[in-house]
């Protein structure tokens, strides 16, 4: 006879000396499993949120903490009934986060990572495409580090990658329930025997084989569910993409069997929206001349007085920088990866026109650069196209393709050798195909006081009679995902706009309005003024003088010298 002890802040003692009876373990795949018992009313009070462990010997048989103590009050006694949530209640209570990284103060400079209840399922802390069992992973170890007690173990037949999605403010069993969707047939349950409880996941196929007898039964159920048979399944990726203003879409379609149009009655088709190909591109067109400060031809066209010259003579030509091109139309920005900068290139110019033979300084100020006549183009933003999973049509099929059965069974063992959760069972001593079936079991319920155990097996739970439009609603309610790697972007999200800060100018000045020579008139008849003429240091100005005329004082104005 099997000895059943429990222990409560540090004692351990068996069940009768604690005044508990009618035990009842309630087990769920993909849920939380639950203990509920009754005390009597001399019993001691089991405080809410204490952590409770059953034991069957010297096996730990359940774990939990006491999460629901209601009172009952009959005429004639008072009984106490408690439940106790396995560990699996703390993903129901725990919000999954990722980290992300923002940007302190408004500033684009200073960053922190701060984790955010808006997560990248199918996708790592880098972008990186995961699979379903990585996945899985990362969700139980962030529970475990943030207060969860328990430990990840198996996880089997999750290989796949299925479409990433964005989720918002979801439990950590909200995450987990959206992956094993994707496998309608998955079980996953809790081992309490281990030294932490262990969470192992696995799909049908992965499960541990078990055969009972008919004759072992007290009551056996099984139904065909031949309306949850599919005859297909054909899965359609749709890539929006876009360019400049140009959208356009792409499919690709992924099908299970090869030749299934989805046409067929029963066929479950989905069309999935991944994130297309994006572009946003900046353009800036640029003209520009090559710098010829030795030229006729360059000078003339800063300076029209040089345009009718019959001869031009240069020489001492300054420059503040060697880039070869003058900036004519356009601009310059950052993104161009171009040289520019504002330069003045001066020259001493003797040149003879009909009028005038003299020699002076001539200077223009402009932009210098090494930038080419061309379109520049700028990559603002862009995302390459995100690649549908490999072989997920093949993975439902398997899960929900085959004819499926589910019902219930009911077995008196004093000994109760289950657990049967995270098995697949077959019957014996019935007809000759069950025993080749291989049925997950759903739920279990054991009472200890009773000695009887009862297992739903078959369907999973989350999956109704419709379970075509079922997994159809799982994809309705999925969000795309898009720009992942922004998650730990060191900078900000890349779509940042340059404007040009470089731009033409072409300011010219001849000797800075001083002439050696002033030729006024016409070929004839000329009033010449010639600074060549004075003696070296001799400034001539305007200057007033006073005189009389028919007896009135006047001003007059001349050109004179001190």
């Known amino acids: 006879m099997k000895q059943w002890t429990l222990s409560y802040h540090g004692q351990t003692k068996p069940l009768a000396e604690w005044g508990i009876s009618n035990v009842t373990r309630h087990i769920l795949n993909q849920g939380t499993d639950t203990v509920t018992?009754?005390?009597?009313?001399?019993?001691?009070?089991?405080?809410?949120?204490?952590?409770?462990e059953v034991f069957q010997d010297n096996t730990r048989w359940f774990w939990g903490r006491i999460t629901q103590t209601p009172t009952y009050y009959t005429a004639d006694s008072e009984s106490a009934y408690y439940k106790a949530s396995g560990p699996f209640w703390y993903f129901d209570h725990l919000v999954f986060q990722q980290p992300w990284r923002y940007f302190k103060d408004g500033t684009a400079t200073t960053t922190e990572v701060i984790n955010r209840s808006v997560c990248l399922l199918g996708q790592d802390d880098q972008g990186n495409t995961i699979n379903a069992r990585q996945c899985l992973q990362a969700i139980v170890d962030y529970a475990k580090a943030h207060h969860a007690p328990i430990e990840c173990g198996t996880i089997s037949g999750f290989d796949f990658e299925f479409p990433c999605e964005t989720i918002k403010d979801c439990s950590c069993s909200e995450a987990i329930l959206?992956?094993?969707r994707w496998t309608p047939n998955a079980t996953a349950w809790i081992d309490y025997t281990t030294k932490t409880p262990t969470i192992h996941f696995a799909c049908a196929s992965a499960l541990q084989k078990q055969s009972l007898s008919l004759r072992q039964l007290t009551q056996f159920s099984i139904i065909p569910r031949n309306d949850l048979k599919i005859a297909a399944v054909v899965?359609?990726?749709?890539?929006?993409?876009?360019?400049?203003?140009?959208?356009?879409?792409?499919?690709?379609?992924?099908?299970?069997?090869e030749n299934a149009t989805g046409e067929e009655l029963n066929a479950l088709v989905l069309t999935v929206e991944l994130e297309g190909s994006h572009a946003h591109v900046q353009e800036q067109w640029v003209q520009t001349q090559p710098i010829q400060p030795e030229s006729d031809n360059w000078w003339k066209k800063h300076f029209p007085c040089l345009v009718d010259a019959k001869s031009i003579q240069i020489s001492n030509v300054q420059r503040m920088s060697n880039l070869p091109n003058e900036l004519l139309e356009g601009a310059i920005a950052p993104w161009m990866g171009c040289d520019a900068t504002y330069e003045t290139i001066s020259a001493s110019i003797h040149y003879v026109t009909d009028e005038m033979d003299t020699e002076r300084p001539f200077s223009v100020k402009i932009c210098a650069t090494n930038a080419q006549s061309r379109i520049y183009q700028n990559v603002i933003s862009s995302g390459k196209t995100t690649q549908p999973p490999v072989g997920l049509a093949t993975t439902l099929y398997q899960s929900i393709g085959c004819l499926r059965?589910?019902?219930?069974?009911?077995?008196?063992?004093?000994?109760?050798?289950?657990?049967?959760?995270?098995?697949?069972?077959?019957?014996?001593?019935?007809?000759?195909?069950?025993?080749?079936?291989?049925?997950?079991?759903?739920?279990?319920?054991?009472?200890l006081d009773t000695g009887t155990t009862v297992l739903k097996f078959g369907a999973p739970k989350q999956l109704g009679p419709n379970d075509i439009c079922q997994l159809m609603h799982t994809n309705r309610i999925r969000t795309i995902t898009d720009n992942p790697k922004m998650r730990f972007a060191d900078q900000s999200s890349g779509n940042r706009t340059y404007f040009p800060h470089?731009?033409?100018?072409?300011d010219s000045?001849?000797?800075?309005?001083?002439?050696?020579?002033?030729?006024?008139?016409?070929?004839s008849k000329q009033v010449m003024i010639n600074a060549n003429a004075l003696p070296e240091n001799t400034q001539l100005s305007l200057k007033p003088f006073n005189m009389v005329e028919n007896g009135e004082l006047k001003q007059f104005w001349m050109i004179a010298s001190r």
């Open 37 to 52: 018992f009754q005390t009597d009313a001399s019993a001691p009070v089991f405080e809410c949120d204490a952590i409770i």
């Open 178 to 180: 959206k992956l094993l």
């Open 235 to 257: 899965l359609k990726y749709e890539h929006s993409h876009s360019a400049d203003g140009a959208t356009w879409k792409s499919v690709t379609v992924d099908r299970y069997p």
């Open 405 to 447: 059965y589910e019902g219930q069974l009911t077995l008196i063992d004093e000994d109760l050798s289950g657990p049967f959760i995270g098995h697949a069972l077959s019957f014996l001593d019935g007809e000759p195909a069950w025993a080749t079936l291989s049925l997950p079991v759903q739920e279990e319920r054991i009472s």
């Open 502 to 506: 470089m731009s033409p100018i072409s």
């Open 509 to 523: 000045q001849v000797d800075m309005g001083r002439y050696t020579q002033l030729t006024i008139g016409t070929k």
